[in-house]
């Protein structure tokens, strides 16, 4: 977060769920929301109790909801995935808190948007992630 930012909102814990996606502009990477075409540039999974699991540019961590602020209320989204119960929600918490600490790939997610539309499998290596797959992985399987 860029300092001297006007902070207006955060999230609000009281309407959120564990499971629950967030997508965040964390006003940092400005050269990935153009590429994307997106004002959010950032994903992560809400654990409850005001923590999220993310990856954050150095590694798939934990970190408190409140970290992240924001200047207008559409900074922020919350995804909640339908038809999800509480023993699939948290077997993929704990299944994304045993990936605490995989690296980050700056490349893999470089190398990843240029192959999105290509048909071609992601050749990149697949022990480190970033804030996108990490989150993807932890929930495509118990969809």
């Not at 004002?39 to 798939?60: P, Q, R, S, T, W």
């Not at 119960?85 to 299944?95: A, E, H, K, P, S």
């Not at 980050?104 to 992601?122: E, N, P, Q, V």
């Amino acid at each position: 977060m860029e300092s001297g930012v006007d902070i207006k909102y955060i999230f609000n814990t009281e309407n959120l769920k564990q499971g629950d996606i967030l997508i965040i502009n964390s006003y940092t990477e400005p050269i990935l929301q153009k590429k994307l075409s997106s004002k959010y540039d950032h994903v992560a999974m809400y654990m409850g109790d005001a923590f999220i699991l993310e990856a954050n540019g150095l590694c798939a961590t934990m970190n408190h909801i409140h970290s992240y602020g924001f200047r207008e209320i559409d900074d922020a989204l919350v995804m909640r995935l339908k038809h999800w119960n509480q023993t699939m929600i948290d077997l993929v918490l704990l299944y994304a808190r045993t990936k605490m600490g995989m690296e980050y790939g700056t490349i893999s997610a470089y190398y990843r948007t240029l192959l999105r539309d290509s048909g071609d499998k992601d050749t990149v290596n697949t022990n480190r992630t970033f804030c996108t797959r990490y989150v993807a992985q932890h929930t495509k399987w118990q969809a």
